[in-house]
Structure formats: C-alpha cells, structure tokens
C-alpha cells in the first residue's frame, strides 16, 4: 500500500513508491543508467560542488518565479524532461505529465519514444514540446517533420545523443529488453504486481490494444513485443550537422537540439539558427563517464552566449535548479521523478510533484534573498572545492 499523496514530502519519495508498484524489470528501465552509473552518479552530485551565499534583508514577500520561453508564459523554469514508454508504467502515461504540467503552466516535452500518438497528447494538452528521435532516411524525417507541424505542436526537440545503442546492462540483468519479450520471469513479475498489472497493463490492452512505438516516424511504429523495434532505433549513426540544418530549413516554430555537451557543438548550433539547446546526457543513459551538465553548462554559455540554454539530468530539488539557473540555465527539466509520480497517483501525482518541486524553488529562492529571477547569477554561489571559495 502507498502513501497518501500529502505523506510524499520530495520527489526522492515517489521513487521509493513506484519501486513498490512496478515490476523489477519495468523499475530497472526507469531508474538504470548504462555500465556502471558513473555519469549518473556524478549528475546528482555535481550540484554539492556549489554553495550558496545568501543576501539577507531583502523583501522576499513575493517571489516570482514566472518566466517566458519561447514566446509562452510559464509559472515556472522547470519542466518535465522526454522520458519513453511512460505509458507502459503508468496508465496513458504520456497524457498524465503533459495535462498536470498544462494544469500548473510549466514546460513539459513528450518522448518521441511514446507509445500514445503525439495528436492525442496535442489535443489534451496543447502547447506541449514533442520530442524527435530522427529516422535515418531524409524523406522519412521530412514526412515526420510534417506529421508533427501538422499535430500543431510549437516547439520542437531534436535529441541527439543517440547516433547508437547504449549498454544498458542492468536491463538486461533485471529481465527488460526492447523489444519487450514475454517470458515466466516477467509473468511472475506483473502477478506479484496486481497494481500495475491490472490498473496499467491489462486496462491498456483492453481499452486500447498492444502498445505500438507511435511517433518515430509519420506512421505508426512497431508493437512492443515485436523483432522490429531493433531496427526502429537503429537507424541514426549517419545523422550528422546537414541533417539539422534542412530540419531547422523546413521547422517554422522553435527548434531545440537536446544532448549537447561540447562547447563548439554549442556554437555550431547557433550558427545554425537553433533556438535552444538542453545541455544533458541523456541523464547518465548514453555514454558512461560523460560530463555532468552542470560542469559544463558555463563553458556552453560562454560559447553560445545568445542562444536559450536549459538543462536536464540529476535536477531533484528546487536547490539544484537555483544553481543551474545562476550559472546560466534559463529553465531545467526534470525527468525520473515525475516519471515516478505518474506511477504512483497518476496525473494528481504529477501534479504533486510540481507542486513540491515549484514550492522548493518559491521557498529557496526568498532564503537565498533573490525575489526575482532575473536577480540570479553566479554570485548567487560559491565553487567549494576552488582555492579562492572563501
């Protein structure tokens, strides 16, 4: 039995209770990174390299943590990051974060490895980011291009720290894979589960069929179970800058390239015409031992002073996003843990977790005496470890 959703203090509890609901294999797929979890590890510490030095006797009556990206107006910077098959560990997953993000008018961008077709999601929740895996075929991401203007999404999120296919070990020890292969283990798993496997699995089935991978292309994709998910996802190693330059020719609204780590690939995008970018690493799921964002978020902004940076991987309390936004991040987002509300309530748990992590941001923003986000900078901080830091 879960907590009752006002017992559920911090986004770090969600995950204590979606661990209860899910099955071993779905949790390894959710909360695993790839190797050994180094970059995964380093993104949740790399915010304790920073300390925060407070102004007092300012008027913090009011703290506003409003702000406008891309021509909407958000309550506040921080987001709910792309995270795929959420439909599959929780019911309509997809449509559960998008509608509580709409609902608390905060930034939320759907995974172009859904299984619920971005047009439903568009329809509930207008507004919403979608976020493309590119095909490797031109006319197929034309097509697919086209298929997601058509659905009248705005902003559109390219990733691209996925040319091949991470090793994701503790998947494969848990029993995941994709394609999901049925097997004893895995029946074990959803019956000693009967939460998930009735309110989620079986009600999905009923009502709406096997789930199909919906939006890597402009047609729908392969169902879960089947062999040609494979080569669904493993079409991308020739993806290169042309690519993007003939996307950013033929996408008319805001265009973002997600996965970037490398100051020049930072300036190249700029040059490009890109609107934004999300410094991440796909929140440790790619390549181990790669950066920590937040190392290298400054380095970024130094090279692409002019375009939208965001940030995503290791953001878990209103404190972490405060000090990304003070080394130049206009607005974080944040994956795992909404993922984990969806679980655990639903879109009300989605919508809890907003609310504890907006909450954070409100109450630490007044502790630091900075009512105004445009009053946030570096000075705002102190690099613990740096010779000079006292």
Not at 269 to 298: E, F, K, W
């Amino acid at each position: 039995m879960t907590k009752s959703l006002n017992q559920i203090l911090s986004l770090s509890d969600f995950e204590r209770e979606a661990r209860k609901l899910l099955p071993r294999p779905l949790y390894a797929y959710v909360s695993g990174a790839v190797e050994d979890e180094v970059s995964f590890e380093t993104n949740l510490s790399s915010f304790g390299k920073y300390g925060f030095i407070p102004n007092i006797l300012v008027n913090v009556s009011r703290v506003d943590t409003s702000m406008d990206l891309f021509g909407r107006q958000y309550s506040a910077p921080i987001g709910i990051a792309p995270m795929g098959l959420a439909a599959i560990t929780s019911y309509r997953g997809d449509i559960s974060l998008a509608q509580a993000a709409a609902k608390a008018q905060v930034p939320c961008i759907m995974s172009g490895s859904s299984l619920i077709k971005l047009e439903h999601v568009m329809e509930t929740a207008p507004g919403t980011w979608f976020q493309a895996y590119l095909p490797g075929d031109e006319a197929q991401i034309e097509a697919l291009i086209d298929r997601v203007a058509a659905a009248r999404v705005e902003t559109l999120v390219l990733t691209v720290d996925t040319p091949v296919a991470a090793n994701r070990e503790n998947n494969l020890r848990a029993g995941f894979s994709t394609p999901m292969r049925p097997s004893l283990r895995l029946a074990a798993q959803g019956i000693s589960h009967p939460r998930w496997l009735i309110n989620t699995f079986l009600k999905t089935l009923y009502r709406h069929g096997m789930p199909h991978f919906e939006n890597n292309y402009a047609t729908r994709g392969a169902p879960i179970m089947s062999a040609n998910v494979l080569r669904d996802f493993s079409d991308r190693g020739h993806l290169d800058w042309a690519h993007v330059a003939r996307i950013r020719a033929r996408w008319k609204g805001p265009l973002i390239i997600k996965g970037i780590l490398n100051p020049k690939d930072a300036a190249k995008a700029a040059n490009l015409g890109i609107d934004g970018i999300i410094v991440s690493n796909h929140g440790g799921r790619q390549l181990d031992g790669s950066v920590a964002p937040l190392v290298v978020l400054p380095r970024i902004i130094d090279a692409a002073p002019d375009i939208v940076t965001m940030l995503d991987s290791g953001i878990r309390r209103g404190t972490d996003a405060i000090k990304a936004m003070a080394l130049g991040a206009k607005a974080v987002f944040v994956g795992r843990p909404f993922n984990y509300a969806a679980i655990v309530a639903g879109e009300a748990g989605v919508s809890h977790a907003i609310k504890l992590i907006k909450d954070e941001l409100t109450r630490d923003l007044g502790l630091l005496g900075v009512p105004l986000l445009s009053e946030l900078d570096a000075t705002a901080l102190v690099e613990l470890n740096h010779p000079a830091a006292l």
